[in-house]
């Protein structure tokens, strides 16, 4: 553990309009740092992604932070094997690392882990209103190890989107999601006339694209579309009417 | 791992055929035709798990490609070339005449692909609460201690697979997909616990930006606990038939 407490940076963003959320992005490691955080994808989708639910009245501001310095909180075996299990591992190990910082992460908002050891995302699920970034400190963590800068930032924003969304309150609310577990928040994804598929589809162009009220049937897959569909911004915005009461 | 689990007992089966719903667009860039056919078994279980409606359990998913994409209509079957699959995995693919998938995602060996999947003991920190389509873990419960599963066995009869489990053996045809209620387990599993938070920021004073930082307020408060409780394992073999092996390319 380090000796002196990590301090975070101000990536973007202006807090102050409600409905808000804080992203604070954490590297794995100085390499993580240096080609994903600092100017990087990572950095750059969450930006982005933030600009779109503000864009769309979903988020009235935001707050997107880095930790500059950071001791590595990927286990020695992290990466060692490539399967689910695995990205699950990354998970726990980025729990206890926030774990040992709660001074970090007492802060409301989505706590990002950003690794190089796999491919794809994970992190608790966020189906409760309770478990989302609008009110509790959300953990997440996203793999760089594809080294595919459009995929990486695609996987960046579908687990930002988890943070966001609340299946459970969208099922007692709305028309986008009947019921169901958190998968359905990627049913709000698409593939897009071009082929190319949205955030929250990523990896589900070929099931959870397909159907849903939000999807369109199109399964070809050629690559990757940074912008959310308007399906998912308006399941963001339903989100927050309901943890800020309509008045963020 | 059940005390004696060889002599446990099924207590349901279910033997629904057609439940794949095929399609010819997989959605795989570049895919290049190996040539290869090959019998495709896949094997995976999720975990009802019992507990009182005001107790959230602590649950984690993952978001990855999947080994491989199958359109039964179409007869294919292609490896993402995101996936877990190594290279010796698609070899295997390739030069096998019957594979089988463990797509638990909760074994310590993972999904890799094998020849042949015999009977053993996994010991597992995460429960499937639910499948994907496609058999991935759509996300977990977390144990709070380890505990140990049996993974059936399957071989190849013909175009059949042979799925023994326990003292028990099945027949599953191609097309067909063989579920499995095995008995009630006792767990423990994580949940989570709730507190409003009462005080000012949870960041210190002096970390960051204090002037940007400051607006950001406390998390509520989550914890963690345990509960004992009844899971039932819920097994299922399908068999998807003599498929032609493509391999995906970025």
């Known amino acids: 553990m380090a000796d002196t407490t990590p301090n975070f940076d101000l990536l973007a963003g202006e807090f102050g309009r409600r409905p808000r959320a804080a992203v604070f992005l954490y590297p794995a490691d100085d390499a993580v740092y240096d080609e994903w955080v600092d100017d990087g994808p990572v950095a750059e989708a969450v930006v982005d992604g933030l600009d779109q639910f503000v864009e769309y009245g979903a988020l009235g501001g935001y707050a997107a932070f880095t930790l500059a310095e950071s001791e590595p909180f990927v286990a020695d075996d992290g990466g060692a094997e490539y399967d689910d299990a695995t990205k699950a591992a990354f998970v726990d190990a980025f729990e206890a690392y926030t774990e040992r910082h709660p001074e970090l992460c007492g802060a409301r908002g989505l706590h990002y882990g950003v690794a190089g050891g796999f491919d794809g995302g994970g992190g608790f699920s966020a189906d409760e209103l309770d478990e989302l970034a609008f009110s509790t400190n959300c953990r997440m963590v996203v793999g760089t190890a594809s080294e595919d800068a459009a995929r990486v930032e695609a996987f960046t924003k579908q687990e930002l989107g988890h943070a966001l969304v609340s299946y459970r309150h969208l099922a007692e609310t709305s028309v986008l999601v009947e019921n169901g577990s958190h998968m359905h928040e990627h049913d709000t994804g698409v593939v897009y006339p071009s082929g190319e598929v949205s955030p929250m589809a990523v990896t589900y162009h070929d099931s959870h694209a397909a159907h849903g009220p939000c999807g369109n049937g199109r399964l070809h897959f050629r690559g990757y579309n940074p912008n959310y569909t308007d399906c998912t911004k308006m399941a963001v915005k339903r989100t927050a009417e309901a943890v800020f009461g309509g008045e963020g | ?250």
């Open chain 2, 1 to 250: 791992m059940s005390d004696d689990p060889v002599s446990v007992t099924r207590r349901d089966v279910v033997r629904t055929g057609g439940v794949l719903g095929g399609s010819s667009l997989l959605g795989v860039v570049g895919t290049a035709s190996a040539g290869t056919t090959t019998r495709v078994v896949e094997v995976a279980a999720e975990f009802a798990v019992d507990a009182p409606e005001d107790v959230r359990l602590r649950t984690l998913h993952v978001d990855g490609a999947p080994p491989y994409r199958v359109a039964t209509d179409d007869g294919l079957l292609v490896s993402d070339p995101y996936g877990p699959l190594t290279a010796a995995d698609r070899s295997l693919l390739d030069d096998a005449a019957f594979v089988v998938r463990d797509a638990v995602g909760v074994a310590a060996s993972g999904d890799r692909l094998a020849t042949t999947l015999t009977a053993r003991d996994e010991t597992v920190r995460r429960l499937p609460r639910r499948l994907a389509p496609d058999y991935r873990a759509a996300y977990a419960v977390r144990l709070a201690a380890p505990l140990d599963v049996r993974v059936p066995s399957v071989t190849r009869v013909g175009e059949a697979a042979r799925v023994t489990l326990g003292s028990d053996r099945y027949r599953v045809p191609p097309g067909e997909t063989l579920t499995l209620e095995r008995p009630e387990r006792t767990v423990t599993v994580e949940r989570r616990t709730v507190r409003e938070a009462d005080g000012a920021s949870g960041l210190a004073a002096d970390t960051g930006d204090p002037a940007a930082l400051a607006d950001v307020p406390p998390a509520v408060e989550t914890g963690t606990a345990e509960l004992h409780t009844a899971v039932t394992p819920v097994v299922r073999v399908r068999n998807l038939g003599r498929l032609t092996v493509e391999h995906g390319r970025r």
